[in-house]
Every structure is written in C-alpha cells, then in structure tokens.
Nanobody
Framework: QVQLVESGGGLVQAGGSLRLSCAASGSIFSINAMGWFRQALGKQRELVAT???????NYADSVKGRFTISRDNAKNTVYLHMNSLKPEDTAIYYCNADRVVVATNPWYEYTYWGQGTQVTVSS
C-alpha cells in the first residue's frame, strides 16, 4: 500500500507564496512521474504541473513562470513552489504519483492520489 501525504496549503494574500510538499511512503520500488492537480469549487480537476524521475517538467499555461515543481527522488517527495499567487489559484491541490512500481507486485504500474490540501488566495 502506498500513501501520499500532502502539506503546506493555507490562506495567503494575492501576490504571496506557498510551498506544497507531498511525500510518498510504502513499499515503493520506483515512481515514474509525480505531480500536482487542482480542483476549484464547481470545476473539474486540472493539471498544474508534473515532473518525471528524470526531472522533465510540464506546467499548465496558467501557472508558467509563477510555479516551480521539484522532486527529491531519494525521499519520494515532490514540491510545488507557488509564487505571485492569484485568487484564481484558489483550489484543493492534489498530489499524484503515476506509474508507480511497488515491491509486492513489480509487474504492474499503479497510480495514487493524495487526499488534497486547500489553497486559498485572498484578493
């Protein structure tokens, strides 16, 4: 069983910064990609940023230049540094681990989600 534990959400004023962290734990052999998605009230979940084990990154156009995703492979942890936050960034942010190989079943790749952390940006 693999668990993703997120931290770092909260309330911040527009223009401020936050850092989200997500640590994956369990019988993990490898994780191909980790990332962040968000879901605002009444909207569908959308991709924010992803990073592969080789540090290849992908960002939503709405966060390019403001958010930075990074990863510590040794700790199975992914970070999202969010700068110049806007009220439209308000959402629940979910951590994602994709193409996860676990020691108990190395012939299959799993996808896992965290519980989500609230980010609220006030104007």
């Amino acid at each position: 069983q693999v668990q993703l534990v997120e931290s770092g959400g909260g309330l911040v004023q527009a223009g401020g910064s936050l850092r989200l962290s997500c640590a994956a734990s369990g019988s993990i052999f490898s994780i191909n990609a980790m990332g962040w998605f968000r879901q605002a009230l009444g909207k569908q979940r959308e991709l924010v940023a992803t990073i592969t084990s080789g540090d290849s990154t992908n960002y939503a156009d709405s966060v390019k230049g403001r958010f930075t995703i990074s990863r510590d492979n040794a700790k199975n942890t992914v970070y999202l540094h969010m700068n110049s936050l806007k009220p439209e960034d308000t959402a629940i942010y979910y951590c994602n681990a994709d193409r996860v190989v676990v020691a108990t079943n190395p012939w299959y790749e799993y996808t896992y989600w965290g519980q989500g952390t609230q980010v609220t940006v006030s104007s």
